[in-house]
């Protein structure tokens, strides 16, 4: 497996090594030919473990092109857009890889949202399939009636307990049982050009402004696969652990592009979740911040093994480093972040596994380059300055939906992220803030989650958010609010803990104890709804 190691710079600006070194991980042209490959060579080998039982490679690939002729049948195409809701079960690569393979364009839906924001996405899309799990099914009969483009609702199976209306629509086992055999559609000459197609609309979470559709072509997607297979050393041999609330396509994607085993694992218990980690002979553990500091912190940790364990992969938001600290210590492996966006399907950069980096972001991947540029005048800067993270690649969207890709990428082929950072003089980035939740004080940049870092240092603090307070002279200032893990916690020891730590601009002003605060269903902090709330309620 190549290394993703890059050399020395001498500014920001890094550069990952070319795509030759991952060219064998593509299985070509577009997605869906990644388990058609699979399939070939590992006919018999689990591609996904769950509850429900265990699927094959031949079963999977044999699955994807009976949902792809019946989804053919139902929607037309090409090119139609059909959405899927991304439940951590089977049916949702089976009704993925159908969608794509049946030459049509997947819109990924979260199974959390509620009616308008669901409405949202199905309008944005203009979807005309929406593929649902009687979970989601609710939010979207509240809003039904304001989706005129959407002519077909599947489920993925029977629910009595949804009412008549519901009984009367199909289901996609049932659909594809009844699909004639499915036959490959004519492809272009030019592989490239069938590379360069949309395969799927993936939302943005909308932490921002409404969430936006990006565009993601097949090629985005395969390289992306390839690059991430790369930087986390998967092969055939890998056990993949799918330890989240919903399925993210990357880690589909990924297991099918080693050929790896893919374990689906939806108990909320931490500690049978890593039972179950070590009856599977996982090798490599996935799942969020809240989760895994939940299990850093669980009483029974010393008690829990997981022999075959190789590394630790936290995504989603920022992981403690106590808890990145305590899970490392006890079960002997890296536990490593990565840092990447929607736009850029998803992954840019991944700690490397054989040298990994406290609290860093990690290596670009391969074919990849990142620097970064100064928030005002956009002037490349050096080494361990902080500014915006801009990156450039194959895996960089087509564009959003509605929107000229030259406002977002410009014509050097460069995105600008959105997130502040540095990069330091080995190549390892350190992802500091989102540039909407910085502020200036003094004209200094502060960032609110380097504040965090030091306040969840200290052995009071539960949990925490930072925000700026408008100042008359300074402009801004840090405040907090800390949910305290004794009643007895002083708000002023915990400011002057923090102000011994960090610069002068950086200094908490004030300290405010709450009972909790709020967080998304994937553990972040939005932290603009935060202090929005709390200045109506202070009176601005």
Same mark, same amino acid.
């Given at each position: 497996?190549?290394?993703?190691?890059?050399?020395?710079?001498?500014?920001?600006?890094? %550069?990952?090594?070319?795509?030759?070194?991952?060219?064998?991980?593509?299985?070509?042209?577009?997605?869906?030919?990644?388990?058609? %490959?699979?399939?070939?060579?590992?006919?018999?080998?689990?591609?996904?473990?769950?509850?429900?039982?265990?699927?094959?490679?031949?079963?999977?690939?044999?699955?994807?092109?009976?949902?792809?002729?019946?989804?053919?049948?139902?929607?037309?195409?090409?090119?139609?857009?059909?959405?899927?809701?991304?439940?951590? *079960?089977?049916?949702?690569?089976?009704?993925?890889?159908?969608?794509?393979?049946?030459?049509?364009?997947?819109?990924?839906?979260?199974?959390?949202?509620?009616?308008?924001?669901?409405?949202?996405?199905?309008?944005?899309?203009?979807?005309?399939?929406? +593929?649902? #799990?009687?979970?989601?099914?609710?939010?979207?009969?509240?809003?039904?009636?304001?989706?005129?483009?959407?002519?077909?609702?599947?489920?993925?199976?029977?629910?009595?307990?949804? =009412?008549?209306?519901?009984?009367?629509?199909?289901?996609?086992? $049932?659909?594809?049982?009844?699909?004639?055999?499915?036959?490959?559609?004519?492809?272009?000459?030019?592989?490239?050009?069938?590379?360069?197609?949309?395969?799927?609309?993936?939302?943005?979470?909308?932490?921002?402004?409404?969430?936006?559709?990006?565009?993601?072509?097949?090629?985005?997607?395969?390289?992306?696969?390839?690059?991430?297979?790369?930087?986390?050393?998967?092969?055939?041999?890998?056990? +993949?652990?799918?330890?989240?609330?919903?399925?993210?396509?990357?880690?589909?994607? +990924?297991?099918?592009?080693?050929?790896?085993?893919?374990?689906?694992?939806?108990?909320?218990?931490?500690?049978?979740?890593?039972?179950?980690?070590?009856?599977?002979?996982?090798?490599?553990?996935? #799942?969020?911040?809240?989760?895994?500091?939940?299990?850093?912190?669980?009483?029974?940790?010393?008690?829990?093994?997981?022999?075959?364990? /190789?590394?630790?992969?936290?995504?989603?938001?920022?992981?403690?480093?106590?808890?990145?600290?305590?899970?490392?210590?006890?079960?002997?492996?890296?536990?490593?972040?990565?840092? =990447?966006?929607?736009?850029?399907? &998803?992954?840019?950069?991944?700690?490397?596994?054989?040298?990994?980096?406290?609290?860093?972001? =990690?290596?670009?991947?391969?074919?990849?380059?990142?620097?970064?540029?100064?928030?005002?005048?956009?002037?490349?800067?050096?080494?361990?300055?902080?500014?915006?993270?801009?990156?450039?690649? &194959?895996?960089?969207?087509?564009?959003?939906?509605? /929107?000229?890709?030259?406002?977002?990428? !410009?014509?050097?082929?460069?995105?600008?992220? =959105?997130?502040?950072?540095?990069?330091?003089?080995?190549?390892?980035?350190?992802?500091?803030?989102? +540039?909407? !939740?910085?502020?200036?004080?003094?004209?200094?940049?502060? #960032?609110?989650? $380097?504040?965090?870092?030091?306040?969840?240092?200290?052995?009071?603090? !539960? !949990?925490?958010?930072?925000?700026?307070?408008?100042?008359?002279?300074?402009?801004?200032?840090?405040?907090?609010?800390?949910?305290?893990? #004794?009643?007895?916690? *002083?708000?002023?020891?915990?400011?002057?803990?923090?102000?011994?730590?960090?610069?002068?601009?950086?200094?908490?002003?004030?300290?405010?104890?709450?009972?909790?605060?709020?967080?998304?269903?994937?553990?972040?902090?939005?932290?603009? *709804?935060?202090?929005?709330?709390?200045?109506?309620?202070?009176?601005?």
């Amino acid at each position: 497996m190549a290394s993703t190691e890059p050399a020395a710079v001498a500014d920001s600006t890094t %550069r990952a090594e070319p795509l030759e070194t991952i060219a064998e991980l593509i299985g070509g042209p577009r997605i869906d030919d990644l388990l058609h %490959r699979a399939a070939g060579r590992h006919p018999e080998r689990p591609a996904l473990r769950s509850a429900t039982g265990d699927l094959s490679y031949a079963e999977l690939d044999a699955q994807a092109s009976a949902c792809a002729s019946a989804l053919r049948a139902l929607a037309g195409g090409p090119d139609e857009v059909i959405g899927i809701a991304a439940e951590l *079960d089977p049916v949702f690569a089976v009704g993925y890889f159908g969608i794509t393979r049946s030459g049509n364009v997947a819109a990924i839906v979260n199974p959390l949202l509620t009616g308008e924001r669901l409405l949202h996405v199905l309008s944005t899309s203009a979807c005309r399939v929406l +593929i649902v #799990s009687p979970r989601l099914y609710p939010a979207l009969a509240e809003v039904r009636g304001r989706l005129p483009e959407l002519r077909h609702v599947v489920l993925t199976e029977r629910a009595p307990e949804l =009412g008549q209306e519901a009984q009367a629509l199909p289901v996609l086992g $049932e659909l594809m049982a009844a699909a004639p055999e499915f036959i490959p559609a004519e492809r272009n000459a030019q592989e490239e050009q069938e590379a360069g197609r949309v395969a799927g609309l993936h939302f943005t979470s909308g932490t921002t402004g409404a969430a936006k559709a990006v565009r993601l072509t097949h090629r985005n997607l395969t390289v992306n696969a390839a690059q991430t297979v790369s930087g986390h050393r998967l092969d055939a041999s890998s056990v +993949i652990f799918n330890y989240l609330p919903t399925f993210h396509l990357m880690h589909l994607t +990924i297991g099918v592009c080693a050929g790896a085993t893919h374990v689906l694992w939806t108990d909320d218990d931490v500690a049978a979740a890593v039972a179950a980690a070590s009856r599977y002979g996982v090798t490599h553990f996935y #799942s969020l911040p809240m989760r895994l500091t939940r299990l850093a912190a669980h009483p029974a940790l010393r008690e829990l093994e997981a022999p075959r364990l /190789r590394a630790i992969l936290s995504g989603g938001s920022t992981l403690p480093p106590s808890s990145a600290l305590a899970l490392g210590q006890h079960f002997g492996v890296p536990v490593m972040q990565g840092y =990447g966006l929607t736009e850029t399907s &998803p992954s840019t950069h991944f700690d490397n596994i054989d040298r990994p980096k406290t609290g860093s972001s =990690g290596v670009l991947v391969p074919g990849t380059e990142a620097r970064i540029v100064d928030v005002d005048t956009r002037e490349v800067l050096p080494v361990d300055a902080k500014g915006e993270i801009q990156v450039r690649g &194959p895996q960089v969207m087509k564009g959003y939906l509605g /929107r000229d890709l030259s406002r977002d990428v !410009d014509a050097d082929g460069w995105f600008s992220t =959105g997130d502040v950072g540095r990069i330091d003089a080995e190549g390892y980035l350190f992802v500091v803030e989102r +540039i909407k !939740d910085t502020f200036k004080c003094d004209n200094w940049l502060v #960032s609110p989650s $380097e504040i965090e870092r030091v306040l969840f240092r200290h052995p009071a603090v !539960d !949990d925490c958010v930072v925000f700026d307070r408008p100042h008359p002279v300074s402009g801004a200032v840090a405040y907090a609010l800390v949910v305290p893990r #004794s009643a007895d916690a *002083d708000p002023g020891e915990l400011a002057a803990f923090v102000n011994e730590a960090v610069p002068y601009y950086e200094h908490l002003h004030h300290v405010e104890l709450v009972e909790s605060i709020p967080r998304s269903q994937t553990g972040k902090v939005q932290r603009r *709804d935060v202090r929005e709330q709390w200045l109506a309620a202070h009176g601005g």
